[in-house]
């Protein structure tokens, strides 16, 4: 016969056992979730003018990294196309494994003068968003950068930096705003009401042949500029 002073010993008995276990899942997912959230990155490459380092994070479902510069006070770097002095970037991922495609996006830059003229690029901060593919989104994406570039300040530096990051695209849901922040510098097409490049046209009847470029600001042109990049560089 079992009494209620027996079930009640039987329910003592197993209370804390449900509750150590009730507590350990809820930090399992707890912590599953932390890791999840948490957007990863590399370590700082760093040198007297500033320093790099590769940082991720997704949207929309798609994999993403970045390549984060921090530049010192009155140093600056290039855009793909750096005007009339000055060197673009070189970015080979050629290491990188577990990848389909890489893309990187350049987020609009300023134009500089400089002592021979303009050139273009970036002052303080950039970072330049990648888009990534994994060959198979089962496995996890090794990145892995060579980085060539250039900084300027009264002289120019050659520089380099060798970046590796981890990536898997089954768990890493983290945004990173500064990936995010960039992406909205990222140049597109111009939507109704914003300035657009109404036509271009070569101009022969000089000796030296010249470019028109018409473009229309609706909101005026004051702190607006154009870039032109020709196919191929």
């Not at 507590?23 to 003018?49: D, K, T, Y």
């Not at 940082?55 to 990294?65: D, F, H, P, S, W």
């Not at 930096?161 to 960039?182: F, M, N, V």
Request: aromatic share 6%; hydrophobic share 45%; with cysteine.
């Amino acid at each position: 016969m079992t009494t209620r002073t027996d079930e009640m010993r039987d329910v003592d008995d197993w209370l804390p056992v449900i509750v150590i276990g009730a507590a350990l899942v809820a930090m399992l997912i707890a912590g599953s979730s932390m890791a999840r959230a948490e957007p990863a990155e590399s370590r700082w490459v760093g040198e007297q003018f500033g320093r790099v380092r590769l940082i991720a994070g997704e949207a929309g479902g798609k994999l993403l990294a970045g390549v984060e510069m921090r530049l010192e006070s009155g140093w600056k770097t290039y855009w793909r196309i750096p005007g009339d002095a000055g060197v673009p970037p070189d970015l080979d991922w050629s290491g990188s494994s577990n990848t389909a495609r890489i893309k990187v996006l350049y987020p609009v830059p300023k134009r500089m003068k400089d002592p021979i003229g303009y050139s273009i690029g970036y002052e303080d901060h950039v970072v330049f968003p990648v888009e990534i593919e994994a060959a198979d989104a089962r496995k996890p994406v090794e990145l892995r950068l060579k980085l060539l570039y250039a900084v300027c300040r009264e002289v120019c530096i050659p520089a380099e930096a060798s970046l590796e990051l981890r990536l898997d695209p089954r768990t890493q849901k983290g945004a990173s705003p500064a990936i995010a922040a960039a992406l909205a510098k990222v140049p597109r097409r111009a939507a109704p009401g914003e300035p657009e490049v109404v036509s271009a046209r070569i101009d022969t009847s000089a000796p030296n042949p010249r470019l028109i470029v018409e473009a229309r600001f609706p909101k005026g042109f004051e702190g607006a500029d154009l870039f032109l990049e020709a196919e191929g560089g």
